[in-house]
């Protein structure tokens, strides 16, 4: 089996999440799905207070030796163990998702262009592009709902830790991206990115 890796990036907030999964859902079946934030490093050793101290906008905070050895057996076309990372306690569930080969494969994270290994098995990457209040009232949302954490929480975080780190690590990226899109992504170009996805895994026709 080819199997097509399509890179999602962008700043905290961006919309790079959503946009994997529309596109997922467009593709239906043959599509599959990776988050880069599964891979951060498991802290369960660690107090819990020391946890949530850690900078998790710095791109150490992922395991990247595993993170490149999963994706090189997911390009390869074969079974995988993806971990699941739970963020309220910032470690690494017990049980892995069991991963089947997919001809196309979505990935979304901060960083998945920082690496040159990485970049080289990737078909197609895109850079989602958004301004810094739009990234911050989206991770306030999320946080407040899906992480227990309050407002004045994230918008510190933001400040000190979010916005410093996506100057140095996030944007440099856009220099590596095939396509550098603004979010959020109206239908539109939705479509067109489904269509181009698309046209990866779907052999060309040959003139008799």
Same mark, same amino acid.
């Given at each position: 089996m080819t199997v097509h890796l399509v890179a999602?990036?962008?700043g905290s907030g961006s919309g790079k999440t959503?946009?994997?999964?529309?596109?997922? +859902? &467009? *593709?239906?079946r043959h599509a599959g799905l990776v988050s880069l934030d599964d891979f951060?490093?498991?802290l369960s050793a660690l107090p819990k207070r020391e946890r949530d101290r850690r900078n998790f906008d710095d791109p150490a905070a992922i395991e990247w030796g595993l993170f490149l050895e999963t994706l090189a057996r997911i390009k390869r076309g074969e079974p995988a163990a993806i971990p699941r990372y739970d963020f309220a306690s910032h470690t690494r569930q017990r049980r892995a998702r069991a991963w089947k080969p997919k001809p196309i494969v979505l990935l979304d994270g901060l960083w998945l262009l920082r690496?040159?290994?990485? +970049? &080289? *098995?990737?078909?197609?990457?895109?850079?989602?592009?958004?301004?810094?209040?739009t990234r911050l009232q989206?991770?306030?949302?999320?946080?407040?709902?899906?992480?227990?954490?309050?407002r004045a929480s994230v918008l510190r975080q933001f400040r000190e830790q979010v916005e410093p780190m996506h100057a140095r690590f996030v944007a440099p990226q856009a220099r590596h991206a095939d396509i550098v899109l603004d979010s959020p992504a109206g239908d539109k170009v939705l479509g067109r990115l489904?269509?181009?996805v698309t046209g990866l895994a779907t052999p060309p026709r040959m003139n008799r």
């Open positions: 999602i990036v962008g959503w946009l994997a999964r529309r596109l997922k +859902r &467009r *593709l239906g951060y490093r498991d690496e040159t290994q990485a +970049r &080289r *098995l990737y078909s197609l990457s895109v850079y989602l592009d958004a301004p810094g209040e989206w991770r306030i949302a999320r946080d407040r709902k899906e992480r227990g954490r309050s489904a269509a181009m």
